[in-house]
């Protein structure tokens, strides 16, 4: 059962006007109407009875209300105590490993952002070669490396964060392997 029908449910049945359940639920009255239609058809009995401007519960509705209400509330008390439980869960870990030829501006930013999207995480940030950095993460001693080198692991998959561009840089006059001053 859509815990969407019963919240449109209880909202007509104690506005007893679907307009004003609509904007309780900040909908408009046609899909809550469609909603409680809906309803009706998975318990296979009628809800309201509806005339132009009055709505009111039948015998049905005035049964179940009660029944919605603690659902909906058993719901919510569900959302609030994962809530709490997940605040209160021991720090993660993540290990980062960075090569030691990785920008730092990129090696910040990514770890701000592990930070950021993984509320109640520590970053521990690991320097190493490509070569070590990958076997490390393969062993799972990492959670995630940034390294420079095109990779072709099948156990491990990857993302390009950021692409740079190198130079060659001569002092002038001096001629590079194309042959070209």
Known sequence: MDLDLLECFVAV????????????VHRSASPVSRAVKELERELRGEL??????????TPLGR?????????????????????TVTRAAPERAVR?????????????????MIVEGMPGSHVEVVFGSGAE??????????TVALVQLPIGRPRL??????????????????RSASGRR
């Open 96 to 112: 980062l490993g960075v090569s030691q030829l990785c920008p730092p501006l990129a090696c910040e930013s990514f770890e701000r």
């Open 13 to 24: 049945a104690e506005e007893l006007n679907f307009g004003r359940a609509a904007e309780r």
């Open 63 to 83: 049964e179940l209300l009660p029944l919605a209400r603690r659902v909906l509330r058993d719901v919510d008390h569900l959302k609030a105590r994962a809530h």
């Open 133 to 142: 950095l990958l076997s490390a993460l393969e062993r799972g001693d990492l």
């Open 157 to 174: 998959s990857t993302r390009t964060l950021v692409k740079l561009v190198t130079w060659v840089i001569m002092r002038r006059g001096i």
């Open 48 to 57: 309201f009875v509806r005339d132009y401007h009055h709505v009111e519960l």
